[in-house]
């Protein structure tokens, strides 16, 4: 079983900065991607920014220059650096965690965090 702990987010003003961080906890399972979804009501989840089969970055344009994903040392650590935030950054935040055990993959996601960017 693989659970992921999110944590950061809250209230920013436009402008500001905040981090999210999320933890992967769980073992047998070959990591196919790991990133930040975001998703409003009434809106479908979107991808922010992810390592999706590969080392290297994937950012939603929206993110570009604002937004830095990066990963822990063990791997298991994700971290997402939102500056510049603006007002349509607001949205609930979630770590997805997608991982192949005995041939098979595992879609997982964390229980979501609230980014409220007030101006």
């Known amino acids: 079983q693989v659970q992921l702990m999110e944590s950061g987010g809250g209230l920013a003003q436009v402008g500001g900065s905040l981090n999210l961080s999320c933890v992967v906890s769980g073992s047998g399972f070959t990591t196919l991607s790991l990133g930040w979804y975001r998703q409003n009501p009434g809106e479908p989840r979107e991808l922010v920014a992810g390592?999706?089969?590969?080392?290297?970055?994937t950012y939603a344009r929206s993110a570009v220059g604002r937004f830095t994903i990066t990963r822990g040392n063990a791997k298991n650590t994700v971290y997402l650096q939102m500056t510049d935030l603006k007002p349509e950054d607001t949205a609930v935040y979630y770590c997805?965690?997608?991982?192949?055990?005995?041939?098979?993959?595992?879609?997982?996601w964390g229980q979501g965090t609230q980014v409220t960017v007030s101006s």
């Open positions: 997805n965690f997608v991982g192949r055990r005995l041939g098979s993959p595992y879609d997982y």
């Open positions: 390592f999706m089969a590969s080392d290297r970055p």
